[in-house]
Nanobody, 123 residues
Framework: QVQLAESGGGLVQPGGSLRLSCTASGFILDYYGYAWFRQAPGKEREGVLCIRSNGAREQYADSVAGRFIISRDKVTNTWYLQMNNLQPEDTAVYYC????????????????WGQGIQVTVSS
């Protein structure tokens, strides 16, 4: 059974930075896609970024272009979401996800999800 544990969320002022981490435990195959989603209050969950097993990255949320970076450490089964120049509209619960298929903006692609972590951007 694969379990995902997120960390690194919190409260930050506009223009600030946070780095989210997601560590997977259990049986992990290297061909998985590794993604971050988010759900803002009153909105549907949306894909943010995904990194493929070969390191290629896919961006699903246009609003994060040039500000958010996804990366992965194969050795520790951890992937990261570096969030820079955060804005109030980035406030959401952020979820990491992975599964036995490659990256997709479609949340139904993913088999395993973290519990979600709150990111609040406010002055």
């Amino acid at each position: 059974q694969v379990q995902l544990a997120e960390s690194g969320g919190g409260l930050v002022q506009p223009g600030g930075s946070l780095r989210l981490s997601c560590t997977a435990s259990g049986f992990i195959l290297d061909y998985y896609g590794y993604a971050w989603f988010r759900q803002a209050p009153g909105k549907e969950r949306e894909g943010v970024l995904c990194i493929r097993s070969n390191g290629a990255r896919e961006q699903y949320a246009d609003s994060v272009a040039g500000r958010f970076i996804i990366s992965r450490d194969k050795v520790t089964n951890t992937w990261y979401l570096q969030m820079n120049n955060l804005q109030p509209e980035d406030t959401a619960v952020y979820y990491c996800a992975t599964g036995n298929r490659e990256c997709s903006y479609n949340e139904h692609t993913y088999d395993y999800w973290g519990q979600g972590i709150q990111v609040t951007v406010s002055s």
